[in-house]
């Protein structure tokens, strides 16, 4: 059984990675619009991958008898007036979910699930390459963003971005 307060951090986590995936997907909308397709693959296919975390924390309450609830997913509400904003707002958001993360990590800890712990590793190591990831597009952009032509080559080269499905399997 777990621990009613770790089942119900991991429980809101189902929806707030679903939230992400949600998020990226409406990021993926602003540069289709902006006619960045490199930059709108890169988070369609971010998306993806917060779905996976999604499904995983859905799949670790089911396989441990815990009961799963699915909450309304929020909308996603900002709005950019420049392609460094949804870079900006992504990062701010990853380091949010690391929060969240470690809160879980925290709850586990107190009372000695070592198993959800154990699970949580791998989400440990992940965010701190969402992170590194979403400061190097930061960095880039500063870097190529204002001339046409590095801009064009940094949309091609996220256009080259593909989907893999994650290396924790449940
Ligand atoms: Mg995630």
Known sequence: MLNAKVAELLNTQVNKEFYSAYLYLDFANYYETK?????AN????????ERDHAMLFYQY???NNAKVTLEAIDKPDKVFSCNMGPLKAGLEHEEYVTSLINNIYAAAY???DFRTMQFLDWFIKEQGEEETNANELITKM???GSDPKS????????KAR?????SLVL
């Open 42 to 49: 890169w988070y369609k296919i971010q998306a993806q991958e």
């Open 110 to 112: 107190e009372v000695k």
């Open 35 to 39: 006619g960045l397709d490199g930059f």
């Open 142 to 144: 500063e870097m190529f």
């Open 162 to 166: 593909v989907y893999s499905a994650p």
């Open 151 to 158: 801009l064009y080559m940094l949309n091609s080269e996220l």
């Open 61 to 63: 309450l089911q396989n």
